[in-house]
C-alpha cells in the first residue's frame, strides 16, 4: 500500500522559513517524480515544485522560484521542500504527490499524502 506522510509544517512569521518532508512507504521511490501541491483556504489546489525520479531535474511555480528548493532522499525514501522568504500567501495546506513514473507532472498523481498546514502570519 503505497504511503505518504507529511511533516514539518507550522507557524512562522513573514520572511521565516520551513522545511517540509514526505515519507514515502508501500513503493519504490527512486522510479517516481515526486511534488508538492498546496490548497489554500477557498481555493482550489495548486501544484508548487517537482523533481524528477532521480533527483536531477526540478521545477516550480513562479509564485515560489528562488525561495523554495525541493529535494529528495531517495535512500531515506524521503521528499522535502525547503520554504524560505515566507510571505502570508503561502498559507496553505501542503500535500507530497506521486507521479505516475519518472517524469513530472503538474496535475496528474497517483497518491497523495494527508498534507500538512503551514501558516505565515506575524
Known amino acids: 500500500e503505497v504511503q505518504l506522510v507529511e511533516s514539518g509544517g507550522g507557524l512562522v512569521q513573514p520572511g521565516g522559513s520551513l522545511r517540509l518532508s514526505c515519507a514515502a512507504s508501500?513503493?519504490?521511490?527512486?522510479?517516481?517524480?515526486m511534488s508538492w501541491v498546496r490548497q489554500a483556504p477557498g481555493k482550489g489546489r495548486e501544484w508548487v515544485s517537482g523533481i524528477n525520479s532521480g533527483g536531477g531535474s526540478t521545477n516550480y511555480a513562479d509564485s515560489v522560484k528562488g525561495r523554495f528548493t525541493i529535494s529528495r532522499d531517495n535512500a531515506k525514501n524521503t521528499l522535502y521542500l525547503q520554504m524560505n522568504s515566507l510571505k502570508p500567501e503561502d498559507t496553505a495546506v501542503y500535500y507530497c504527490a506521486k507521479a505516475p513514473g519518472p517524469v513530472v507532472t503538474t496535475r496528474l498523481f497517483s497518491s497523495w499524502g494527508q498534507g500538512t498546514q503551514v501558516t505565515v502570519s506575524s
Open positions: 508501500g513503493f519504490t521511490l527512486s522510479s517516481y517524480a
